[in-house]
């Protein structure tokens, strides 16, 4: 492995969209849940706004790009991105009634398939 970038992200009753540019690099990109309150991060009960708790979250990569210029949508979404050549990559985060956290891994290879 030549290099890794880890990353932490959050989202509170919201959506993001996540997008990571770089030179051309062999890489395996990676994101996942990391922690669901229902209950707020810091005790704070805000997020009890039904009868019965229904909280939400997801994370996960939309499409990516490599140097040819294409663009290649995931569909569905997956949790896992593995390309030769990748420029960027772009994911979409997802936490309803709840704060949710993610992790971000990328790990960059000479090559990843074999090339």
């Given at each position: 492995?030549?290099?890794?970038?880890?990353?932490?992200?959050?989202?509170?009753?919201?959506?993001?969209?996540?997008?990571?540019?770089?030179?051309?690099?062999?890489?395996?990109?990676?994101?996942s849940?990391?922690?669901?309150?229902?209950?707020?991060?810091?005790?704070?009960?805000?997020?009890?706004?039904?009868?019965?708790?229904?909280?939400?979250?997801?994370?996960?990569?939309?499409?990516?790009?490599?140097t040819?210029?294409?663009?290649?949508?995931?569909?569905?979404?997956?949790?896992?991105?593995?390309?030769?050549?990748?420029?960027?990559?772009?994911?979409?985060?997802w936490?309803?009634?709840?704060?949710?956290?993610?992790?971000?891994?990328?790990f960059?290879?000479?090559?990843?398939?074999?090339?």
């Amino acid at each position: 492995m030549d290099s890794q970038l880890v990353g932490h992200v959050w989202a509170q009753d919201h959506s993001k969209s996540l997008h990571f540019t770089f030179p051309p690099a062999s890489a395996i990109a990676q994101i996942s849940l990391s922690t669901i309150w229902e209950t707020g991060p810091f005790g704070a009960d805000h997020y009890d706004k039904f009868p019965v708790r229904i909280s939400n979250a997801l994370a996960q990569w939309s499409s990516y790009t490599t140097t040819d210029g294409k663009t290649n949508y995931l569909s569905p979404p997956v949790p896992e991105v593995i390309a030769n050549e990748l420029t960027e990559v772009q994911a979409f985060f997802w936490a309803d009634n709840c704060y949710a956290s993610a992790i971000v891994n990328m790990f960059f290879w000479p090559s990843v398939w074999g090339q």
